[in-house]
Nanobody
Framework: QVQLAESGGGLVQAGDSLRLSCTAT????????MAWFRQAPGKEREFVAA????????EYADSVKGRFTISRVINENTVYLQMNSLNLEDAAIYFC???????????????????WGQGTQVGVSS
């Protein structure tokens, strides 16, 4: 089992930056990919970014490329999401997810991830 705990959400103004954190506990050695998803009210959960745990290879949704950066610190078992130039469309609950199935390519759909955090709210005001 892997437990994930997100932090760092809050309410910011458009154009501001925010950094989310997700710390993994439990069988962290089994993690191959960690990702961030988000879900706005009335919308489906959507992929934001992911990183291979041991190689730092990353994947981003087109909507956040150039603005968001995912990174990880292995000895802290923590993945970060640096979000810059936030806009109203970025407001959502952000979830951290872990894949322990050794995927050939980085998964970008929620069903491919095995463990989830509780989420952290990000609000953006104009």
């Amino acid at each position: 089992q892997v437990q994930l705990a997100e932090s760092g959400g809050g309410l910011v103004q458009a154009g501001d930056s925010l950094r989310l954190s997700c710390t993994a506990t439990g069988r962290t050695f089994s993690i191959y990919v960690m990702a961030w998803f988000r879900q706005a009210p009335g919308k489906e959960r959507e992929f934001v970014a992911a990183i291979r745990w041991n190689s730092r290879i990353t994947e981003y949704a087109d909507s956040v490329k150039g603005r968001f950066t995912i990174s990880r610190v292995i000895n802290e078992n923590t993945v970060y999401l640096q979000m810059n130039s936030l806009n109203l469309e970025d407001a959502a609950i952000y979830f951290c997810a872990a894949d322990v199935q050794y995927p050939i390519t980085i998964p970008t759909t929620p069903g491919q991830y095995d463990y989830w955090g509780q989420g952290t709210q990000v609000g953006v005001s104009s």
